[in-house]
């Protein structure tokens, strides 16, 4: 097994093994880690982000707000990575730092990058309409409204950014997004989807 014994420690090895018990988290980041050494580089994320169809200037943006975001708690070390490098094994870190698993989010994730099945429906109850199979960009919007914790605006800031590009990732035609593309992005298998690569797991 993969996952970290508790939050506060890496996971073992690179964070990522093939056909391992990995979370849902290090599933979701593994697939920009392109030559599987546990290390994803800015030059990863933008590969990863233009393979997943997102335009030139959101993938800028994206592989900014990533790696200046959360490299620093996701490298594991005081001085700060120059690359801005991020380590697979250290993504769910958020006791001391903000990372990966920031405040004023869904709490889908759990503090070791589980995924939590039952507050991911709890999210859906509570934001969509019946039978809570989908939900729109203005449902989403006031799920990061009710998510907010006060005094965070890093935690603001990244649950906005995470659902608009969530959202933008899906682009549902008829305006929503589909309970189970949504269950996707957490454990990352929709990359392999829309990019056609051979999925790690």
């Not at 997943?52 to 490299?71: D, E, M, P, Q, R």
Request: glycine share 8%.
């Amino acid at each position: 097994m993969v996952a970290p014994k508790n939050a506060t420690v890496p996971a073992p090895g690179t964070g990522f093994t093939p056909g391992q018990k990995n979370t849902a988290l290090q599933s979701h980041v593994a697939f920009f880690d392109r030559d599987d050494d546990g290390i994803i580089w800015p030059s990863d994320t933008f590969i990863g982000m233009r393979e997943v169809k997102f335009n030139l200037f959101w993938t800028i943006v994206a592989v900014l707000v990533i790696h200046i975001g959360f490299s620093y708690a996701a490298w594991g070390s005081w001085i700060p990575d120059p690359f801005f490098r991020l380590k697979i094994n250290r993504m769910h870190r958020a006791s001391e730092l903000p990372c990966a698993k920031h405040g004023s989010d869904s709490e889908s994730y759990t503090t070791t990058g589980e995924f939590d099945e039952n507050r991911f429906d709890t999210v859906f109850n509570m934001y969509s309409k019946p039978p809570h199979e989908q939900l729109s960009f203005t449902e989403g919007v006031r799920m990061i409204h009710g998510n907010m914790n006060p005094f965070d605006p890093f935690g603001w800031f990244a649950a906005a950014f995470e659902w608009w590009a969530t959202y933008y990732l899906i682009w549902p035609e008829d305006g929503y997004m589909k309970k189970s593309d949504v269950r996707a992005v957490y454990n990352g298998s929709i990359f392999y989807h829309i990019s056609g690569r051979e999925p790690k797991y």
